[in-house]
């Protein structure tokens, strides 16, 4: 599998801890894990001792044979030939007798018997020459036993320093893969200082799909460690190949397991390809997972958090279901008694294909909008599902977004390249009815897979697709009339096809782009003079400034071949 990164999600400045505590697996968080994923420790330890003492019954084998081998082997090593052995002991003896004298006149120069009476007449007369006033210096091992050196060094602090995350830093969360091993890589990133690097890495059992922040503590969170039950937190759940929602502290490092999983594994095997028919052409048929309201049978590919109900995640997935997950509830048992696990509250079967994506509405906090491969999007209220209304489209959805800024508006991207904007409350009940979109964008050749709209400047949209290119648009409204849509700017990012480009939550011209080359970028629009003129009005009526670079607004991390090829050329230069 080529290296990628399939989604990317900013944290807001101020957020996250400024510093992060490093995971500690105790007795109590041991329990936790255990519970969560499934391990019964104990059936564990009698199985390894079963297959310890049938290892030691057997004796034998593969390994058996190689240790009678080498035994064998040491056995002939050890038998000694008495007679051989004697004469060996006789000839070194007469060697020896012969080349005593010959030693001791070589030795005697050097007067070795009366070395130590040398070392007490010196030290009697005073001393040991030049070098004797090294007598009363003492040797400390550690400078911290040292009481000359006020000063002490303390690992811990300088761990606590490279770690520390100012207020004036956005973390940006990065879901990789490189070489089949997927991760969430977690950057900071410092706009004043136009800096990004890479702060630490949480490890993943899957391929990742989807990515959403929220702050709400989950009830098996593994907070543990702090002093009482944390409101406010810094989490990030993710969405993979698997059929469970992880999700993650990002205020811990090194963490080994997350703080709490929704749903559990597919214990079936259904999701297993089997070749079926005969001759030379085989067809795979996949087999269709029976679904369940508890919890998902198939991969998730999107998430959506509720920022007013906080303890609310929605999530969409392949097995054709959006679910509800409160993570204010505790995991129960499950039926058949091998752990615990977290069930959906609520399950809906709104589409006839692989649901794609889906986002709670700011304003409406009870509406959902989802989009699937059957090309439609529904909009319906999580009470009264039944009563929802949608739109059919000309391809696979890639991408839905509500308009922050108009609550009954909402923006689809699809594979063909196109990018509609619809309004919900123009939409019929019946898809058979025709649902025409307000406008429609074409804005890439092939998929339009990224899409998000400005929440600090009106009418401001970002679009990336599989044409490796970031395109930001200027959308203005007129009282009464059709919108007019113009491209303000648009950036090869060199991040191959792109996957997911998202608007800063601080910087109203900021956005982080990654993609294809498991790259990525951070591109400050507001660095093009033309991108500042056009949004110049936008920008006043918000409130924002938009601070002048000089350099070209494409920030990224730089990579040890890039810093070795920079300081070839600088010396190169130098020559010159």
């Given at each position: 599998?080529?290296s990628l990164?399939?989604?990317?999600?900013?944290?807001?400045?101020?957020v996250?801890?400024?510093?992060?505590?490093?995971?500690?697996?105790?007795?109590?968080?041991?329990?936790r894990?255990?519970?969560?994923?499934?391990?019964?420790?104990?059936?564990?330890?009698?199985?390894?001792?079963?297959?310890h003492?049938?290892?030691?019954?057997?004796?034998?084998?593969?390994?058996?044979?190689?240790?009678?081998?080498?035994?064998?082997?040491?056995?002939?090593?050890?038998?000694?030939?008495e007679?051989?052995?004697?004469?060996?002991?006789?000839?070194?003896?007469?060697?020896?007798?012969?080349?005593?004298?010959?030693k001791k006149?070589?030795?005697?120069?050097?007067?070795?018997?009366?070395?130590d009476?040398?070392?007490?007449?010196?030290?009697?007369?005073?001393?040991?020459?030049?070098f004797?006033?090294?007598?009363?210096?003492?040797f400390?091992?550690?400078?911290?036993?040292?009481?000359?050196?006020?000063?002490?060094?303390d690992?811990?602090?300088?761990?606590?320093?490279?770690?520390?995350?100012?207020?004036?830093?956005?973390?940006?969360?990065?879901?990789?893969?490189?070489?089949?091993?997927?991760?969430?890589?977690i950057?900071?990133?410092?706009?004043?200082?136009?800096?990004?690097?890479v702060?630490?890495?949480?490890?993943l059992?899957?391929?990742?799909?989807?990515?959403?922040?929220?702050?709400?503590?989950?009830?098996?969170?593994?907070?543990?460690?702090?002093?009482?039950?944390?409101?406010?937190?810094?989490?990030?759940?993710?969405?993979?190949?698997?059929?469970?929602?992880?999700?993650?502290?990002?205020?811990?490092?090194?963490?080994?397991?997350?703080?709490?999983?929704?749903?559990?594994?597919?214990?079936?095997?259904?999701?297993v390809?089997?070749?079926?028919?005969?001759?030379?052409k085989?067809?795979?048929k996949?087999?269709?997972?029976?679904?369940?309201?508890?919890?998902?049978v198939?991969?998730?590919?999107g998430?959506?958090?509720?920022?007013?109900?906080?303890?609310?995640?929605?999530?969409?997935?392949?097995?054709?279901?959006v679910?509800?997950?409160?993570?204010?509830?505790?995991?129960?048992?499950?039926?058949?008694?091998?752990?615990?696990?977290?069930p959906?509250v609520?399950?809906?079967?709104?589409?006839?294909?692989?649901?794609q994506?889906?986002?709670?509405?700011?304003?409406?906090?009870?509406?959902?909008?989802?989009?699937?491969?059957?090309?439609?999007?529904?909009?319906?209220?999580?009470?009264a599902?039944?009563?929802?209304?949608?739109a059919?489209?000309?391809?696979?959805?890639?991408?839905?977004?509500w308009?922050?800024w108009?609550?009954?508006?909402?923006?689809?991207?699809?594979?063909?390249?196109?990018?509609?904007?619809?309004?919900?409350?123009?939409?019929?009940?019946?898809?058979?009815?025709?649902?025409?979109?307000?406008?429609?964008?074409?804005?890439?050749?092939?998929?339009?897979?990224?899409?998000?709209?400005?929440?600090?400047?009106r009418?401001?949209?970002?679009?990336?697709?599989?044409?490796?290119?970031?395109?930001?648009?200027?959308?203005?409204?007129?009282?009464?009339g059709?919108?007019?849509?113009?491209?303000?700017?648009?950036r090869n990012l060199?991040?191959?096809?792109?996957?997911?480009?998202?608007f800063?939550?601080?910087d109203?011209?900021?956005?982080?782009?990654?993609?294809?080359?498991?790259?990525?970028?951070i591109?400050d629009?507001?660095?093009?003079?033309?991108?500042?003129?056009?949004?110049?009005?936008?920008?006043?009526?918000?409130?924002?400034?938009?601070?002048?670079?000089?350099?070209?607004?494409?920030?990224g991390?730089?990579?040890?071949?890039?810093?070795?090829t920079?300081?070839?050329g600088?010396e190169g230069?130098?020559?010159?």
């Amino acid at each position: 599998m080529s290296s990628l990164i399939s989604c990317v999600a900013w944290v807001k400045r101020g957020v996250a801890a400024q510093h992060p505590r490093k995971y500690v697996l105790d007795e109590k968080e041991l329990e936790r894990v255990s519970a969560l994923a499934h391990i019964e420790l104990e059936d564990a330890r009698v199985e390894l001792e079963r297959a310890h003492k049938a290892a030691i019954k057997m004796g034998k084998g593969a390994e058996g044979e190689e240790a009678d081998d080498n035994d064998e082997d040491e056995d002939e090593e050890q038998w000694v030939d008495e007679e051989d052995d004697s004469m060996a002991v006789d000839e070194i003896q007469t060697e020896e007798s012969a080349e005593t004298p010959a030693k001791k006149d070589e030795l005697s120069q050097y007067n070795l018997d009366g070395y130590d009476d040398d070392d007490e007449d010196d030290e009697a007369a005073g001393g040991f020459g030049p070098f004797s006033n090294i007598k009363g210096l003492t040797f400390y091992r550690d400078n911290t036993d040292d009481p000359y050196i006020t000063v002490k060094e303390d690992p811990e602090d300088e761990e606590r320093e490279e770690l520390e995350i100012l207020p004036t830093d956005n973390l940006i969360v990065a879901a990789k893969t490189e070489d089949d091993v997927s991760q969430l890589e977690i950057y900071v990133y410092d706009d004043s200082q136009e800096n990004v690097y890479v702060h630490h890495d949480l490890m993943l059992p899957n391929f990742p799909l989807c990515l959403e922040w929220l702050d709400f503590s989950p009830a098996s969170s593994s907070g543990i460690h702090a002093d009482g039950p944390a409101k406010f937190g810094n989490y990030i759940a993710v969405g993979t190949m698997d059929p469970e929602i992880e999700i993650w502290s990002l205020d811990v490092v090194e963490s080994m397991y997350p703080d709490m999983v929704l749903g559990r594994p597919d214990k079936t095997a259904a999701h297993v390809p089997v070749p079926a028919g005969t001759g030379k052409k085989k067809r795979k048929k996949v087999k269709q997972r029976p679904r369940s309201s508890i919890h998902h049978v198939d991969a998730v590919l999107g998430l959506s958090w509720n920022r007013t109900h906080r303890h609310m995640l929605a999530s969409a997935s392949a097995d054709q279901t959006v679910k509800l997950w409160d993570l204010s509830r505790a995991p129960v048992a499950d039926e058949d008694g091998t752990g615990e696990s977290v069930p959906a509250v609520r399950s809906f079967d709104a589409h006839k294909d692989k649901v794609q994506a889906v986002q709670w509405n700011q304003t409406e906090p009870t509406v959902l909008l989802s989009g699937s491969y059957d090309r439609t999007v529904r909009v319906f209220d999580s009470r009264a599902p039944d009563t929802g209304v949608g739109a059919v489209l000309g391809a696979d959805v890639e991408a839905i977004r509500w308009d922050p800024w108009e609550s009954h508006a909402f923006y689809v991207s699809l594979e063909n390249g196109l990018v509609l904007n619809f309004d919900a409350r123009t939409l019929p009940t019946d898809l058979a009815s025709p649902s025409p979109a307000r406008f429609t964008v074409s804005a890439h050749d092939g998929a339009a897979s990224a899409l998000d709209v400005n929440p600090l400047i009106r009418g401001c949209i970002c679009t990336g697709g599989a044409d490796k290119v970031v395109k930001v648009w200027n959308i203005d409204q007129t009282e009464g009339g059709k919108p007019s849509v113009s491209m303000v700017a648009s950036r090869n990012l060199e991040v191959g096809k792109v996957f997911s480009a998202v608007f800063s939550p601080d910087d109203p011209l900021t956005i982080a782009a990654a993609g294809s080359k498991a790259k990525l970028q951070i591109w400050d629009v507001g660095a093009n003079a033309g991108a500042r003129k056009a949004f110049a009005s936008k920008l006043a009526e918000a409130g924002k400034v938009i601070k002048e670079r000089e350099s070209t607004g494409l920030i990224g991390v730089v990579s040890d071949d890039e810093e070795d090829t920079d300081a070839e050329g600088d010396e190169g230069d130098d020559d010159s």
